[in-house]
């Protein structure tokens, strides 16, 4: 009995200094400590992981086992896919015993959640809130609340979305956390502007504009969130037509953004600036210069879902200006990334099930098998299942749809510049077939003006003025005959001017001669034309061809003419 006493009050202590609240508000200190660092200072949150698992080391205290998991959180924050597991990992080894590391969980699975699914992460967040209440504390409380309502907002429900806004604006300080207060007026105006009272969306925003610019500092965060509000705040004036206003803020949100690098806010002002210029009558010139603004957005986004929203609004102005090299390249973009989005989607709803039936099942064995919760789980789970199902068909869908309707647009594209490539054909033939015509009488011209010559020889009757005349009309006719040719080859200059760049560029070695020749063999002239084109002999012709073709590296067997007609 003597020895159980003390054995008794040893294990007492030692139950008393790691009971539930001195463990939350020892998670609560450690958080107050990582905070400052997260984003920031990585190697110290780094340092204080390592100290944690130290003392886990050292003494054994699962306690601090959770502190170095906890610790470690942040240090993943930029990895999703990472972090979820180790957010389940966490709640498992906690198993419920403190609220703060509940709490936490819940909280980073919510957000995790938010977009893929919903209904999940409104589970999370509501078992959260329940936790934090319990406890008295507000670890998290007005965060939550913060973001509940944010849920609620996404799902179309902006009453119960503005009752939260407000639990979230009473719960925060507004001495020490202006920022936050700030954001729940916005919030509260978001939910006005839905709820089709413009005017109240104004008021509340304005509320937290003044709020925020009645500060002598501000912190770069805080700059950042004030060129937000007004982005949201040009929309409101947009409702109440004054486009006018709403312009000037979107403009500025544009500039502040593009300055401050944040590319992500910079797309979204782009994007309702050419909203507020459609609305105007297309203004393009305005909107090129938005447009222009995507050759520094682009690169500098990471998200797949922001890159497929510069391309469709890309898209939309290229459409509308006729641009089809711009418009056949973004749209290539745009399958590549949507085919990359949708593949990460996938990736990561595969990874999500199976930390999803990992944590479930490890869940149903630690409470002991109890049927009536497992079913309910299952339930969740099935509902979860068949909500992720519907939406990667609704993105198959899509993206089928947008397959279709880009390669129905090639296919309009293709036709197009093949029949303008038909007709340069054509007029390119009807050009050769007159200029053919053309030499072909300037020839017989000329045997008929030889003949006339050797005719005047012969004959002893010569009268001079009969003589003069004839052949005066006959130099008209040769001389009308070059006319006509010349005009044809002139329309062809600039044609052949590019041709013989391309050749020369191809192949640097041959004389300008060579190149002009070349002209005449794509159009596959005899040599007796070309030779009364150009005041060489028929057999200089003929010797040049070769030459051509032997630097060319051409056999007797290829034609020349087939091979320049690739230029």
């Not at 922001?306 to 745009?334: C, G, M, P, R, V």
């Not at 005041?535 to 060319?552: H, P, Q, T």
Request: charged share 30%; net charge positive.
């Amino acid at each position: 009995m003597k020895l159980i006493l003390p054995f008794l009050l040893f294990l007492f202590l030692i139950i008393s200094c790691h009971s539930p609240e001195k463990g939350n508000e020892y998670f609560d200190s450690l958080n107050k400590e990582i905070s400052p660092l997260r984003g920031k200072r990585m190697n110290e949150i780094k340092k204080i992981y390592s100290r944690e698992l130290q003392k886990y080391q050292q003494t054994g205290d699962r306690l601090f086992l959770l502190g170095s998991k906890y610790a470690e959180l942040p240090l993943k924050a930029d990895e999703r896919l990472k972090q979820i597991p180790m957010v389940y990992e966490l709640l498992r080894l906690n198993n419920g015993k403190y609220s703060y590391i509940s709490i936490a969980c819940n909280f980073n699975l919510a957000s995790q959640f938010e977009k893929s699914s919903p209904e999940w992460s409104l589970k999370c967040i509501d078992k959260a809130i329940e936790l934090d209440e319990k406890t008295g504390k507000n670890y998290y409380l007005p965060h939550l609340y913060h973001f509940k309502g944010r849920l609620l907002y996404n799902n179309n429900d902006y009453k119960s979305a503005l009752d939260f806004f407000y639990k979230a604006l009473h719960a925060y300080d507004p001495g020490t956390q202006v920022l936050y207060v700030a954001s729940m007026y916005n919030n509260i105006g978001m939910c006005y502007d839905k709820m089709k009272k413009v005017d109240l969306a104004i008021t509340e925003t304005g509320k937290a504009i003044d709020l925020l610019e009645k500060k002598t500092v501000l912190s770069d965060a805080e700059k950042v969130f004030i060129n937000y509000i007004k982005g949201s705040l040009a929309q409101y004036f947009l409702q109440a037509n004054d486009d006018k206003k709403a312009e000037e803020l979107l403009s500025t949100e544009l500039n502040f953004s593009l300055n401050n690098r944040n590319y992500r806010m910079a797309l979204y002002a782009s994007k309702e600036l050419i909203k507020l210029y459609k609305i105007k009558n297309y203004d393009l010139a305005k909107t090129e210069a938005v447009i222009n603004s995507f050759k520094v957005i682009e690169p500098n986004l990471n998200a797949p879902a922001d890159k497929i929203q510069l391309y469709e609004i890309a898209l939309e102005y290229y459409s509308e200006k006729n641009d089809i090299q711009n418009f056949i390249t973004t749209s290539k973009k745009l399958l590549k990334t949507n085919k990359e989005n949708n593949e990460l989607i996938q990736k990561e709803l595969k990874i999500n099930f199976d930390i999803a039936d990992s944590y479930i099942i490890k869940s149903v064995n630690n409470e002991n098998n109890d049927r009536k919760k497992d079913n309910i789980r299952l339930i969740v789970f099935v509902i979860f299942l068949f909500i992720i199902f519907m939406i990667i068909i609704v993105v198959l869908f899509r993206d089928k749809q947008k397959k279709e309707e880009l390669i129905r647009k090639e296919k309009e594209i293709s036709d197009s510049h093949k029949k303008i490539l038909e007709q340069n054909i054509n007029l390119q033939k009807e050009k050769i077939r007159n200029l053919h015509l053309n030499l072909n009488l300037k020839t017989e011209t000329e045997r008929a003006f030889l003949e006339n010559l050797k005719k005047i020889k012969r004959s002893k009757n010569i009268q001079p003025e009969e003589i003069l005349k004839d052949l005066q009309f006959k130099i008209n006719n040769l001389i009308t005959i070059d006319r006509k040719g010349n005009d044809l080859i002139n329309e062809s200059s600039i044609e052949n001017q590019l041709f013989m760049e391309k050749l020369s560029t191809e192949f640097p070695f041959l004389t300008a001669q060579e190149l002009k020749l070349c002209v005449y063999f794509k159009l596959n002239l005899a040599a007796k034309e070309i030779s009364l084109l150009e005041n060489l002999s028929v057999g200089s012709i003929r010797v040049y061809k070769a030459k051509i073709k032997s630097r060319l590296n051409l056999d007797k067997e290829n034609d020349l003419s087939s091979f320049l007609n690739r230029f």
